[in-house]
């Protein structure tokens, strides 16, 4: 397969993330290969969502119809299966469409058979996947699926008040909770890693490095999350399992757990002055929702449905994900981004019963983003549009969309002043080599304010996160998704003073002294005080992964970190940096 460095389509990050497979296996303290089994997917298999707990579920067959090709309840639920994990992602739970085409039966009736049949063996130049030919798919399957797209869509059960209340456990009231914290742990400098194919998380002293606890949570975790005071630690697993733990406990505990839907892939917590920890809200993918909780024992308080009209043409949507959610610090607002109708809702949480909500029209497909160095604007990438929205948190309102390259992918961005733009943000690119630089001072810098002022050119496509520290003159950009093991394993590194000079190529996944796999290097994270950056080495679930130590000052190894618990180690939270949202 060969890609050209500029131009990466999904279908060849999909087809290159398909070739990827474990190949040796743990022994000794290593999890149980049954758990690994229950939580794995291919890292970066397919960078659209995966609707990997609902395939799981099943769902009533249609009744026959006349013309309509049938399918035994057996080949019909693995026929489902393969649809929710590698098809709705694109084209939608309810197969409306969403960045793939709507698939409804008005569509492929009149389309029929042979032509679903060899769209889906072939894919198409607009980005639909090859699935036959080697992309993944047998020829009985794609025949299946073809059928089944003829069938009328199934429809996955919603999860409403009763069924989110019925998943509600308190392990420890709050009563039985220490009143000061118990254990001596620098909180600050802990870092909170997702151990994603074990529906676990690490938790790390920043000083020693040493794993200082397990705790199990929802199935193939996402994120964590800390409390404005920095006690509560919230995490998030695909299942839209939300974990509470107490950091005060010794050892720190889940003292609380909920489901707010079926899949799910967002949580955060009030951070406005006067609410901190007050409340947690977690936003699902399915049903398409968010749940207000209270904070110290996620008690669920409010559910609302995110379905509704896309900014664009208007058109009701039935399923809008909902996508990265953030804590405004001007209001007591959740800043919540629905996905596929493009609104930025800004949730005003202190009148749960009469909830004011600012909608704003920003742009479709909105996935992930931060804030400014300040604090007060937060840009949010529409991916699929190659489009940064910015809005201004303090006044509620859009202030720009930009358009920067081919699918941002900032994580939450990365702030710093540039030598001659002044404060900027910095997003990279799923489909290209650029890093785009928006200017974020509209007071000193009216001129360059919410414009891309320069692109930086890195090692390619196929990068997620961009990370620095106010503290810091590196500037990192990963590349986990380039199909190149040499690109995908390594970080370029840029000199903030001088982003002209050519990039300084860390090849992290060398220095962490696994030679198995591909060791995708994802997700840079700062410790506290700025000096150290710490880096994933991503294998397989049955491979060896790792955590890269880089001394920030020299850009040398500092430490590995390598143990057998610490399996698909992807995103790291520092405490004090993603509490204090210092990125
Ligand atoms: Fe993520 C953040 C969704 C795949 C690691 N991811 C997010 C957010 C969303 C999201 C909506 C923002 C949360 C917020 O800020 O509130 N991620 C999705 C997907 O839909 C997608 C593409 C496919 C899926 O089915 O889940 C997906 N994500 C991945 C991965 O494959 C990654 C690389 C590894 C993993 O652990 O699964 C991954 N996502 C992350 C990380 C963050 C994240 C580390 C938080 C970054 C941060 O700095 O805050």
């Given at each position: 397969?060969?890609?050209?460095?500029?131009?990466?389509?999904?279908?060849?990050?999909?087809?290159?993330?398909?070739?990827?497979?474990?190949?040796?296996?743990?022994?000794?303290?290593?999890?149980?290969?049954?758990?690994?089994?229950?939580?794995?997917?291919?890292?970066?298999?397919?960078?659209?969502?995966?609707?990997?707990?609902?395939?799981?579920?099943?769902?009533?067959?249609?009744?026959?119809?006349?013309?309509?090709?049938?399918?035994?309840?057996?080949?019909?639920?693995?026929?489902?299966?393969?649809?929710?994990?590698r098809c709705a992602g694109c084209h939608g739970v309810l197969r409306k469409g969403a960045t793939g085409k709507p698939l409804t039966t008005k569509v492929t009736r009149e389309n029929g058979f042979e032509y679903l049949r060899d769209f889906i063996t072939y894919g198409s130049p607009g980005g639909m996947p090859n699935w036959g030919e080697g992309g993944g798919l047998s020829k009985v399957e794609i025949d299946n699926m073809a059928s089944y797209l003829l069938m009328d869509p199934a429809q996955p059960p919603e999860f409403g008040m009763k069924e989110?209340?019925?998943?509600?456990?308190?392990?420890?009231?709050?009563?039985?909770?220490?009143k000061t914290k118990m254990n001596d742990l620098d909180l600050d400098n802990l870092f909170s890693v997702t151990l994603r194919d074990t529906g676990q998380i690490a938790l790390i002293a920043g000083a020693s490095k040493k794993i200082v606890s397990i705790i199990d949570t929802g199935y193939a975790v996402h994120i964590s999350r800390m409390s404005a005071s920095g006690r509560y630690l919230f995490v998030i697993g695909r299942d839209?399992?939300?974990?509470?733990?107490?950091?005060?406990?010794?050892?720190?505990?889940?003292?609380?757990?909920?489901?707010?839907?079926?899949?799910?892939?967002?949580?955060?917590?009030?951070?406005?002055?006067?609410?901190?920890?007050?409340?947690?809200?977690?936003?699902?993918?399915?049903?398409?929702?968010?749940?207000?909780?209270?904070?110290?024992t996620l008690k669920p308080r409010k559910v609302v449905s995110t379905r509704g009209m896309t900014v664009d043409t208007q058109e009701f949507h039935p399923e809008p994900r909902v996508a990265a959610i953030v804590a405004s610090h001007y209001h007591p607002d959740f800043i919540i981004n629905v996905k596929e109708t493009g609104k930025v809702l800004m949730v005003d949480y202190s009148n749960l019963k009469a909830l004011n909500v600012t909608t704003i029209d920003a742009?479709?497909?909105?996935?992930?983003?931060?804030?400014?160095?300040?604090?007060?604007?937060?840009?949010?990438?529409?991916?699929?549009?190659?489009?940064?929205?910015?809005?201004?948190?303090?006044?509620?309102?859009?202030?720009?969309?930009?358009?920067?390259?081919?699918?941002?992918?900032?994580?939450?961005?990365?702030?710093?002043?540039?030598?001659?733009?002044?404060?900027?943000?910095?997003?990279?690119?799923?489909?290209?080599?650029?890093?785009?630089?928006?200017?974020?001072?509209?007071?000193?810098?009216?001129?360059?304010?919410?414009?891309?002022?320069?692109?930086?050119?890195?090692?390619?496509?196929?990068s997620l996160f961009v990370k620095t520290h106010p503290t810091s003159k590196n500037f990192y950009v990963d590349t986990p998704l380039n199909p190149e093991a040499e690109v995908s394993s390594s970080i370029a590194v840029f000199d903030l003073n001088d982003l002209d000079k050519e990039y300084e190529v860390l090849p992290i996944g060398e220095w962490s002294g696994i030679t198995e796999g591909v060791r995708r290097v994802v997700q840079g994270e700062y410790n506290k005080t700025g000096d150290e950056v710490w880096f994933s080495v991503w294998n397989s679930a049955s491979q060896e992964s790792a955590i890269v130590i880089v001394d920030d000052k020299t850009r040398k190894l500092k430490h590995v970190i390598?143990?057998?618990?610490?399996?698909?180690?992807?995103?790291?939270?520092n405490f004090y940096n993603t509490r204090k949202d210092v990125y």
């Amino acid at each position: 397969m060969t890609i050209s460095m500029k131009d990466y389509s999904t279908g060849a990050l999909v087809a290159f993330a398909l070739a990827f497979s474990p190949v040796t296996a743990f022994s000794a303290d290593a999890p149980a290969k049954t758990d690994l089994k229950k939580h794995q997917t291919s890292p970066g298999a397919q960078y659209t969502p995966k609707l990997d707990v609902l395939r799981d579920q099943q769902v009533e067959q249609p009744g026959r119809q006349p013309g309509v090709p049938n399918l035994s309840a057996a080949d019909y639920q693995k026929t489902n299966q393969i649809y929710f994990e590698r098809c709705a992602g694109c084209h939608g739970v309810l197969r409306k469409g969403a960045t793939g085409k709507p698939l409804t039966t008005k569509v492929t009736r009149e389309n029929g058979f042979e032509y679903l049949r060899d769209f889906i063996t072939y894919g198409s130049p607009g980005g639909m996947p090859n699935w036959g030919e080697g992309g993944g798919l047998s020829k009985v399957e794609i025949d299946n699926m073809a059928s089944y797209l003829l069938m009328d869509p199934a429809q996955p059960p919603e999860f409403g008040m009763k069924e989110i209340t019925a998943s509600w456990k308190v392990h420890v009231p709050v009563s039985d909770r220490p009143k000061t914290k118990m254990n001596d742990l620098d909180l600050d400098n802990l870092f909170s890693v997702t151990l994603r194919d074990t529906g676990q998380i690490a938790l790390i002293a920043g000083a020693s490095k040493k794993i200082v606890s397990i705790i199990d949570t929802g199935y193939a975790v996402h994120i964590s999350r800390m409390s404005a005071s920095g006690r509560y630690l919230f995490v998030i697993g695909r299942d839209a399992k939300v974990n509470l733990i107490d950091m005060y406990m010794d050892p720190p505990a889940t003292v609380a757990e909920i489901k707010v839907g079926s899949e799910a892939r967002s949580v955060e917590t009030s951070k406005m002055k006067g609410w901190e920890d007050k409340y947690a809200v977690a936003g699902a993918y399915w049903p398409p929702q968010f749940v207000i909780m209270d904070g110290d024992t996620l008690k669920p308080r409010k559910v609302v449905s995110t379905r509704g009209m896309t900014v664009d043409t208007q058109e009701f949507h039935p399923e809008p994900r909902v996508a990265a959610i953030v804590a405004s610090h001007y209001h007591p607002d959740f800043i919540i981004n629905v996905k596929e109708t493009g609104k930025v809702l800004m949730v005003d949480y202190s009148n749960l019963k009469a909830l004011n909500v600012t909608t704003i029209d920003a742009e479709r497909f909105l996935h992930d983003g931060g804030m400014d160095s300040t604090g007060r604007y937060f840009l949010v990438a529409a991916n699929a549009r190659n489009k940064v929205a910015i809005i201004d948190t303090k006044r509620r309102k859009l202030v720009k969309i930009v358009e920067t390259g081919n699918k941002p992918h900032p994580g939450r961005g990365a702030n710093f002043i540039h030598p001659k733009y002044g404060p900027v943000w910095a997003t990279s690119h799923l489909g290209d080599e650029t890093i785009a630089l928006i200017g974020t001072d509209p007071k000193m810098h009216p001129q360059y304010a919410w414009k891309v002022v320069q692109k930086l050119e890195g090692q390619g496509g196929g990068s997620l996160f961009v990370k620095t520290h106010p503290t810091s003159k590196n500037f990192y950009v990963d590349t986990p998704l380039n199909p190149e093991a040499e690109v995908s394993s390594s970080i370029a590194v840029f000199d903030l003073n001088d982003l002209d000079k050519e990039y300084e190529v860390l090849p992290i996944g060398e220095w962490s002294g696994i030679t198995e796999g591909v060791r995708r290097v994802v997700q840079g994270e700062y410790n506290k005080t700025g000096d150290e950056v710490w880096f994933s080495v991503w294998n397989s679930a049955s491979q060896e992964s790792a955590i890269v130590i880089v001394d920030d000052k020299t850009r040398k190894l500092k430490h590995v970190i390598r143990d057998k618990r610490l399996v698909t180690p992807t995103g790291k939270f520092n405490f004090y940096n993603t509490r204090k949202d210092v990125y």
